[in-house]
Structures are given as structure tokens and as C-alpha cells.
């Protein structure tokens, strides 16, 4: 869903001030408020209704320090996703079976169901970082550090804001209920509404003595540096959940869920199938003929491999067992060597005149493909 610009929407300055949001907002809804419509055609009046919610929408964000800062640096309400990139993955939920069963928690994205009510716990949101390995790296598994931005609570005030349990007063908006009832004037008659107080987010209590720490901002926004274990085998797109290392949580709910998502680097000579590694071997047409024994690479060390007499380019051997790690299992893949036949480019005269030759002693059926091309024709 493609996101709006809540301040375009509102007409205000992205720096702009609470009340200046909020008098833009009164402003707007005052103009755009269904009784100013009724009566008018309906595709205006529909146009109307359209604004009317946008405008609601903006400034239900935008009048939220919280659900604001989460705008502004995700560009989105709803998190550290776009902002991450996580947009750009397009198998971001082809999640592996055998790393998912590793590395509990992986439905984390999905779960943040958010509650509409200001003082519920939220859990924190979840941070995308992709990270690049080797070849190698991938294939033995290995240890590397993450630098990671990430919103964390105030330790002292434990992200409440407050100085201690007793910091607090009753809220002068709503006089410590709660809740603000509105009465709304519509086309249909009047409404009662009840809504949760936006000073006090429904908690009916502010902070009288802020934290001496946070001076009250109760979250911050920290950089660390997070170990984290590749395990053997991983491949790329393949993701590692590290639960709990994400953004904090808010109103005690909850951190969000640190997601490492995997991309490897071409080897010069191997490319990967899963667990198998495959390679091509070129061989000359001589070899090819006469058959040979070939040295293969391995990710270790080189293995030996018997060409048998008249292979053909193509062809393909696999040695068994030679491949990558399965992770967290005690089970490797294959190495497929698939065989590359060489001619010879350049030619001596004395090397043509032997191949003339050659050429001149074969019979028909010693080529079967050939042969059985030309009893088609
Ligand atoms: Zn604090
Ligand atoms: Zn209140």
C-alpha cells in the first residue's frame, strides 16, 4: 500500500509544531466536515468524504509523538519495513523450513498486531539488515558483526519517561478518565462519541516529574554492534531471526525482532543449487575420446574423477557428498561436475594433416548421433 505524505495532506511543514498540526488539522476538518457537504451532489460530496478521512487519517499520526517519529523515519506507520528495503525483497517470505526451525520466532513481522488504544503495549518493530558473505563464509559458517540503529528504551525510566512510580498527576484534559466525549453534528442526526484522550493516551494520569536522564523522551535512538552466527550452508535470501534485537518495545510490550537477511558473493568456480555445488570442467577432445582422470576442486580439498572414454560434452558426474553443508544437519549436498569438450581453436598444418587423417579412418557408426541425424534426413 503505497503510503501518503500526511504533512502534504495537512498543508503543514514537516518540522511543524504539535499545535501547529493541530490547528492546520481543525482547520482542514472544519472545511472539509461532512455537514458542510450535505445537500451538495453526491461525487462532491463524496470527494469531500474521501479529504475528510484523509485528513482524519494524517492527523491521527501526526498527533501521536510516537506513531509521528515512526513516520518520519520509516516514511510508514506501520514500521522499520519500508525503511529497510524490505520492499526490495521479492521472496521475502520464501523462508526456508530448515532455517526457520533453527532460529525460533520467525513470524515475527506478521505478528505486531497494533492496538488502536495509546497506553496497550506495542510491540517493538522488527529491523531488516542484509549482510553480505562469501562463498566461503557461507559454506563453513562463521561470525560476524552487525551495526545496528535501533530505538531503546531509557534504562533509568525504563521508557516510561517519568522520573519514578509516584511522577505522576491526574490529566487536566480529561480529568483522569480517560476518555473525551464528543458530540458530533451529522446529516443523520447527532452522534455521542467517545474517544480515548489524546493527552494522557487513555491512562487518565501525565508525568508530573519527567525523567532526569531522558528528560522525558523515554526512547533513544542507539547504535550497537550485534554478533551474530552464520551457521554452514546458508544460502542467499535465506534470513536469521534474532528475537528480541529489534526496536523496544513500547508501553512494555515486547522488542521487535532482528533480521539478518543473507546474500552470498560469486565463487570464481562454483555456483550453488541449494546444498549442491556444481562446476564445469573443461576437457580436451582428445580426453573426451580417450577418456582421462580429471583433479576436481572441492570447497576443500581437490577430489579425483575418472572420465570414461567417449564422454561428450555435458556430460555430467556427480560426486557424492562433496557439497555444502545442510545447516544444522550432518548432511552434505553433491558436487555435479558437468564436462566442457575443447576444440582446439588454432590448428598446425601437421596436426590438420593428421586429423584428415583421422577423420578419414572413421566409420559411420562409431558416431550414433551423427548417424542417426543423417537416417532422419
Ligand atoms: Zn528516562
Ligand atoms: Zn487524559
Not at 38 to 43: D, L, V
Not at 173 to 176: A, I, L, P
Not at 321 to 326: H, R
Given at each position: 500500500?503505497?503510503?501518503?505524505?500526511?504533512y502534504?495532506?495537512?498543508?503543514?511543514?514537516?518540522?511543524?509544531?504539535?499545535?501547529e498540526?493541530?490547528?492546520?488539522?481543525?482547520r482542514?476538518?472544519?472545511?472539509?466536515?461532512?455537514?458542510v457537504y450535505?445537500?451538495?451532489?453526491?461525487?462532491e460530496?463524496k470527494?469531500a468524504?474521501?479529504?475528510?478521512?484523509?485528513?482524519?487519517?494524517?492527523y491521527?499520526?501526526?498527533s501521536?509523538?510516537a506513531?509521528?517519529e515512526?513516520?518520519?523515519?520509516?516514511?510508514?506507520?506501520?514500521?522499520?519495513?519500508?525503511g529497510?528495503?524490505f520492499?526490495?525483497?521479492?521472496?521475502?517470505?520464501?523462508f526456508?523450513?530448515?532455517?526457520?526451525?533453527?532460529?525460533?520466532g520467525?513470524g515475527?513481522?506478521?505478528g505486531?498486531?497494533?492496538?488502536?488504544?495509546?497506553?496497550a503495549?506495542q510491540?517493538?518493530?522488527?529491523?531488516?539488515?542484509?549482510?553480505?558473505?562469501?562463498?566461503?563464509?557461507?559454506?563453513?559458517?562463521?561470525?560476524k558483526?552487525?551495526s545496528v540503529?535501533?530505538v531503546?528504551?531509557?534504562?533509568?525510566?525504563?521508557g516510561t519517561?517519568?522520573?519514578?512510580?509516584s511522577?505522576?498527576?491526574?490529566?487536566p484534559?480529561?480529568?483522569?478518565t480517560?476518555?473525551?466525549?464528543?458530540?458530533?453534528?451529522?446529516?443523520?442526526g447527532?452522534?455521542s462519541?467517545?474517544t480515548?484522550?489524546s493527552?494522557c493516551?487513555?491512562?487518565?494520569?501525565?508525568i508530573?516529574e519527567?525523567?532526569?536522564?531522558?528528560?522525558?523522551?523515554?526512547?533513544?535512538?542507539?547504535?550497537r554492534?550485534?554478533k551474530i552466527?552464520?551457521?554452514?550452508?546458508?544460502?542467499?535470501?535465506q534470513r536469521?531471526n534474532y528475537?528480541?534485537?529489534?526496536?523496544?518495545?513500547?508501553?512494555?510490550g515486547?522488542?521487535?525482532n532482528?533480521?539478518v537477511q543473507?546474500?552470498?558473493?560469486?565463487?570464481?568456480?562454483?555456483?550453488?543449487r541449494?546444498?549442491d555445488?556444481h562446476?564445469?570442467?573443461?576437457?580436451?577432445?582428445?580426453?573426451?575420446?580417450?577418456?582421462?582422470?580429471?583433479?576436481v576442486p572441492t570447497m576443500?580439498?581437490?577430489?579425483e574423477?575418472?572420465?570414461?572414454?567417449?564422454?561428450q560434452?555435458?556430460a555430467?558426474?556427480?560426486?557424492?557428498?562433496?557439497?555444502?553443508?545442510?545447516?544444522?544437519?550432518?548432511?552434505?549436498g553433491?558436487?555435479?561436475?558437468?564436462i566442457?569438450v575443447?576444440?582446439?581453436k588454432?590448428?598446425?598444418?601437421?596436426q590438420?594433416?593428421?586429423?584428415?587423417?583421422?577423420?578419414?579412418s572413421f566409420?559411420?557408426?562409431?558416431?550414433?548421433?551423427l548417424?542417426?541425424?543423417?537416417?532422419n534426413?
Open positions: 500500500m503505497a503510503e501518503k505524505d500526511y502534504k495532506i495537512l498543508g503543514v511543514e514537516k518540522n511543524a509544531t504539535a499545535d498540526i493541530k490547528q492546520a488539522y481543525r482542514l476538518a472544519k472545511q472539509y466536515h461532512p455537514d450535505s445537500g451538495r451532489p453526491e461525487e460530496r470527494r468524504e474521501e479529504k475528510f478521512k484523509e485528513i482524519n487519517h494524517a491521527e499520526i501526526l501521536d509523538p506513531k509521528r515512526n513516520y518520519d523515519r520509516f516514511g510508514s506507520e506501520s514500521g522499520s519495513q519500508a529497510a528495503g520492499s526490495g525483497f521479492s521472496s521475502a517470505f520464501d526456508d523450513d530448515i532455517i526457520s526451525s533453527i532460529f525460533s520467525f515475527g513481522m506478521g505486531s498486531a497494533r492496538s488502536r488504544r495509546g497506553n503495549p510491540r517493538g518493530q522488527d529491523i531488516l539488515v542484509g549482510i553480505t558473505l562469501t562463498f566461503e563464509e557461507a559454506a563453513f559458517g562463521c561470525e558483526t552487525v540503529k535501533r531503546e528504551n531509557c534504562p533509568y525510566c525504563h519517561g517519568a522520573k519514578s512510580e511522577s505522576y498527576k491526574t490529566c484534559t480529561c480529568g483522569g480517560g476518555q473525551i466525549s464528543q458530540s458530533q453534528r451529522t446529516p443523520f447527532h452522534f462519541t467517545v480515548t484522550c493527552t493516551k487513555g491512562t487518565g494520569k501525565v508530573s519527567v525523567c532526569p536522564k531522558c528528560g522525558g523522551k523515554a526512547r533513544r535512538e542507539q547504535v554492534d550485534i552466527n552464520i551457521p554452514a550452508g546458508i544460502d542467499t535470501d536469521i528475537s528480541g534485537e529489534g526496536h523496544a518495545g513500547i508501553n512494555g515486547e522488542n521487535g532482528l533480521i543473507i546474500k552470498l558473493k560469486p565463487h570464481n568456480l562454483f555456483t550453488r541449494g546444498s555445488l562446476i564445469t570442467i573443461p576437457i580436451t577432445m582428445v580426453d573426451a575420446a580417450l577418456g582421462c582422470t580429471i583433479s576443500t580439498k581437490p577430489t574423477l575418472d572420465i570414461p572414454a567417449g564422454t560434452s555435458g555430467q558426474f556427480k560426486i557424492k557428498d562433496k557439497g555444502l553443508k545442510v545447516v544444522n544437519k550432518n548432511l552434505y553433491d558436487l555435479i561436475v558437468k566442457l575443447e576444440v582446439p588454432t590448428l598446425t598444418r601437421e590438420k594433416e593428421m586429423l584428415k587423417k583421422l577423420q578419414a566409420e559411420t557408426k562409431q558416431f550414433a548421433k548417424k542417426e541425424y543423417k537416417d534426413l
